[in-house]
């Protein structure tokens, strides 16, 4: 089983910036996909960023140019940094990994944290 712990939630004014943080603990062999998700009340999940072991990103066209993710592979941690916050980005974030157990058969995990919030006020 692999627990996602996040932190860096909070409040803050429109333009600053804030740094989610995401560790993965637990029987692990190996993260493929790290990345961040978010959500407001009566909409869908929505992709914000994710990260592949190997490097490659991907951002959801309203994050682009503003937030950055970030990968320690070997620690099993990774990062989202927001600048240029807006109202439109308050929302509950979520930290997802997928890869594979530390198991007899090396069986895939996909794992979501307990959520953090980020509240940008106007």
């Known amino acids: 089983q692999v627990q996602l712990v996040e932190s860096g939630g909070g409040l803050v004014q429109a333009g600053g910036s804030l740094r989610l943080s995401c560790a993965a603990s637990g029987s692990i062999f190996r993260i493929s996909t790290m990345g961040w998700y978010r959500q407001t009340p009566g909409k869908q999940r929505e992709l914000v960023a994710v990260?592949?072991?190997?490097?490659?990103?991907n951002y959801a066209d309203s994050v682009k140019g503003r937030f950055t993710i970030s990968r320690d592979n070997a620690k099993n941690t990774v990062y989202l940094q927001m600048n240029s916050l807006k109202p439109e980005d308050t929302a509950v974030y979520y930290c997802?990994?997928?890869?594979?157990?530390?198991?007899?058969?090396?069986?895939?995990?996909?794992?979501w944290g307990q959520g953090t919030q980020v509240t940008v006020s106007s």
């Open positions: 990260r592949a072991s190997g490097g490659s990103t």
């Open positions: 997802n990994a997928q890869g594979n157990g530390a198991d007899i058969g090396l069986r895939r995990f996909d794992s």
